[in-house]
């Protein structure tokens, strides 16, 4: 069974303080690796796509990263406007037949503190 | 753009009755999709359509229905709430390179 994986499932940082989540996942044919934000109360915002191992994305004080069996979203000297659950997900390519199936992980929930 | 818009907000229902959740793009994707987001569960898919005149079901679609008349709407059907559907429901539309748009949710809750 596709499974994704997400750790640690909350994390408390310190404005500054950088630190790294982890999605590890257990499928094959993998199409895509997506990070997302989610703020309280409202749906996920689509942050970056992964696509083959050793590739890389950045967007202001976020860096994903991408291995043959995990991704990690760096956050480095984070803000208290970067709290919010951060999930992943994977797509499975479509001769694997999962082309229209994504795969969410349960999320980390990151609170930075002043 | 409005993106992808969702009503109601919220909603409570008794058990038995029947509701539909409004979704609603204005991008012009083809693919479209209907997830539960529960605590602990993560998000799971409901029911999903690549266009207009086609549907499919999801990892959970016992209890709902869908249909897709037109490219910019897919609503979603709880045909006998129960207390087991309330959650958080969210509309997605897909981009051209798989990345998903999502409503603001509608939180339902049955009693």
């Known amino acids: 069974e596709d499974q994704v994986t997400q750790s640690p499932e909350a994390l408390r940082l310190q404005e500054g303080e950088s630190s790294s989540l982890n999605c590890s996942y257990t499928v094959s044919g993998l199409r895509g690796l997506f990070w997302y934000r989610q703020d309280p109360g409202k749906g996920p915002e689509f942050l970056f796509t992964?696509?083959?191992a050793g590739e890389e994305k950045e967007k202001e004080r976020l860096k994903a990263t991408l291995t043959k069996k995990e991704s990690f979203l760096h956050i480095t000297a984070p803000k208290p406007e970067d709290s919010a659950t951060y999930l992943c997900a994977v797509q499975l390519g479509v001769l694997t037949g999962g082309g229209n199936k994504l795969t969410f992980g349960t999320g980390t929930q990151l609170k930075v503190e002043l | 753009n409005a993106g992808v818009t969702q009503t109601p907000k919220f909603q409570v229902l008794k058990t038995g009755q029947s509701m539909t959740l409004q979704c609603a793009q204005d991008m012009n994707h083809e693919y479209m999709s209907w997830y539960r987001q529960d605590p602990g569960m993560g998000l799971r898919l409901i029911h999903y359509s690549v266009g207009a005149g086609i549907t499919d079901q999801g990892e959970v679609p016992n209890g709902y229905n869908v249909s897709r008349s037109t490219t910019e709407d897919f609503p979603l059907r709880l045909l006998s709430a129960a207390p087991s559907q309330t959650s958080v429901y969210f509309c997605?539309?897909?981009?051209?390179?798989?990345?998903?748009?999502f409503g603001p949710g509608t939180r339902l809750t049955v009693t």
């Open positions: 992964l696509y083959s």
């Open positions: 997605a539309s897909r981009g051209p390179n798989y990345e998903q748009y």
